[in-house]
């Protein structure tokens, strides 16, 4: 019954948040629903689209998701239920609701541009540039984690050396073929829905259908090919879906995954009901386990582990890079915006029941991943280990996250080329088609792309864990400063910014500090003979993100404080 009571108050406190507090900060900021969108005004078919509301939700839910929400409360579960719920909750109203929505907001004010343009508007060029310097890194970050992580889901080592169909196929070799029938699936949609003229109700009836059949497909013959094949396919992917229109590939397949995002939580809740009046499974998470684990101290740890079940400043990413360019009407960017953060954040929830479920298995390192225990919990729910329902309700949970690392893999490189060339571009150009010289070649959608592919698959190749640790704190830090750049440009159009003070000052206090940490112990394995490359890595990119952003913080700390002698004047 615990399992029960967490969900339900997750679930009424959330709802609350929407109705109240989203709704009071678009009537703060001006949401304007008669106000034309970027989306229609700047429409160019190929990344400023207007997408109906609920394909653009099922693309934003489904980018910002990826594997986060469940990886993250998972992993700082050892600190117990309580406290994660608690941030997951409070997080995911006052932290990333506001950040999500705000950075979309903005953007759309912006005419769709990203962060960069939000900070150069209240801050300067120079803060701009340092902050797509920043976000880059980030980036790369991003590209490297998850082709290690998507490469990972699709092989075993045993599949080193095959290549091709294979019958009685392993989960992993399920997993790949799924997918790559969902990329041939994408498009057929992309194409009923914008060339061929088909309503949104009945191709989502013939999407969902397709996808119960690919998955069918896949349940009985899989593909195989070795790890290095794969890292080249999906390289070879992600830079072609970031080039192509977003209605061919980007829309309609973030919107058909999204269906597989929501019937898993509408599973999971429906386990956690029959587990409360069944019995059949014990909820094992105690609600506080100390303040200080294995993982770290419960301040800076919990708060950069957890990550998007509360907050993530990659939302910030999409939100201005691809979402901003498809919002059809600003009165839609609450729901888009705030509620698929708040979405998100039940499905951290879900995520802690889920591993309370089989916490001591999970303590003791019996699964090999938090994906792997999350689709255990909630399997258990429905079945004993080992059971036909186990088994079945298990592999589809394990099948819907790995769909997601792949979506949040294509989107994140989709940004990478939007923010490559805005480093780049003048004041006064508007797309590489304006520069000249070096600068017409390094602001070419082309080149952006595959130097940040290139080197985000070399990272992610090498398979290092380092990549990993390193994005928890950067990917928060950089929340931090989007919180930061859209308080700096509200305050700057005479808009109530003070929401943002609190949010933001804890977020950068607490990344830093988590890096900062992060520092100190890599010069200490130097120091004694101990480091190996990856601790150089692990140093001189936390470095270069502390620098960054002391600088960012410095400028934007100057713009408030003028803001707010111009209001006492």
């Known amino acids: ?85 608690l941030w997951c909750v409070i997080g995911g109203i006052f932290f990333g609701g506001l950040q ?66 294979v019958g009685a196929p392993t989960g992993n070799q399920t997993t790949a073929m799924i997918s790559l029938l ?18 949104t109700g009945p191709a989502t009836i013939i999407g969902v259908i397709g996808i119960v059949v690919i998955i069918a497909i896949g349940m009985n013959v899989g593909f195989a090919m070795g790890r290095t094949a794969w890292i080249v396919f999906i390289g070879a992917y992600i830079t072609i879906a970031s080039l192509i229109p977003v209605w061919i590939m980007l829309q309609p397949r973030d919107y ?24 059949s499974t014990t909820f094992q998470l105690p609600a506080f386990t100390g303040w200080s684990n294995n993982l770290g101290t419960l301040f800076p740890t919990l708060f950069i582990t957890v990550a998007c079940g509360a907050c993530s400043g990659f939302h910030s990413l999409i939100s201005t890079g691809t979402s901003s360019k498809q919002l059809d009407n600003e009165g839609n960017a609450k729901a888009i915006g705030y509620g698929s953060m708040l979405i998100e954040s039940a499905l951290g929830v879900i995520s802690l029941i889920a591993v309370g479920m089989v916490f001591d298995k999970y303590v003791a390192g019996e699964f090999g991943s938090p994906s792997a225990a999350f689709a255990g919990g909630i399997a258990l729910m429905f079945g004993v280990e080992g059971s036909a329902i186990y088994s079945t309700i298990y592999a589809l949970l394990t099948l819907a996250v790995s769909v997601f690392a792949l979506t949040s893999l294509d989107t994140g490189t989709r940004l990478s080329r939007f923010m490559f060339s805005e480093l780049f571009l003048k ?105 190996v490359w990856g601790d150089w890595f692990q140093l001189i990119f936390a470095l270069a993100m502390v620098i960054l952003a002391v600088i960012l913080v410095i400028e934007a700390i100057g713009v408030l404080r003028k803001q707010a002698a111009k209001k006492a004047a």
């Open 100 to 165: 999500d929505f705000g950075s979309l907001f903005a953007s759309v004010r912006h005419g769709g541009k990203s962060v960069g343009e939000i900070i150069k508007d209240s801050m300067g060029e120079r803060a701009k540039k340092l902050f797509i310097v920043f976000a880059l890194l980030v980036l790369i970050l991003v590209i490297a984690s998850f082709v290690n992580v998507v490469a990972g889901t699709f092989m075993t080592a045993a599949d080193a050396g095959q290549f091709g169909f």
């Open 256 to 279: 058909l995954s999204s269906f597989l995002l929501y019937a898993m939580m509408i599973v999971a809740i429906l386990g956690i009901i029959l587990s409360a009046f069944t019995g």
């Open 427 to 531: 004041e006064d150009e508007a797309s590489y088609k304006d520069a000249t010289g070096i600068r017409k070649a390094l602001t070419h959608p082309l080149v952006g792309t595959l130097v940040m592919v290139i080197i985000g698959c070399i990272l992610g190749g090498l398979s290092l864990s380092q990549i990993w640790g390193l994005f928890g704190a950067a990917n928060q830090l950089l929340a931090g400063i989007a919180l930061m750049a859209v308080c700096a440009w509200l305050g700057e159009v005479g808009k109530n910014n003070k929401m943002f003070f609190f949010p933001m000052a804890f977020m950068l206090v607490a990344t830093i500090t988590s890096l900062i940490l992060t520092i100190i112990k890599k010069f200490g394995a130097i120091g004694a003979g101990e480091a």
């Open 182 to 199: 969902f990329i041939v699936l994408a498009i057929a949609y992309g194409m009923m829905t914008n060339k061929g003229g088909m309503k």
């Open 1 to 85: 019954m615990t399992a029960l009571l967490i969900i339900l108050a997750a679930i009424v406190l959330l709802v609350i948040g929407y109705v109240t507090y989203g709704s009071w900060l678009a009537k703060e900021w001006g949401v304007d629903p008669s106000r034309e969108t970027p989306a229609k005004t700047m429409e160019d078919g190929v990344d400023y689209l207007a997408a109906p509301p609920a394909v653009l939700m099922g693309h934003h839910f489904s980018s910002i998701a990826g594997a986060g929400p469940i990886n993250g409360p998972i992993q700082a579960s050892v600190f117990g239920w309580l406290p994660v719920f």
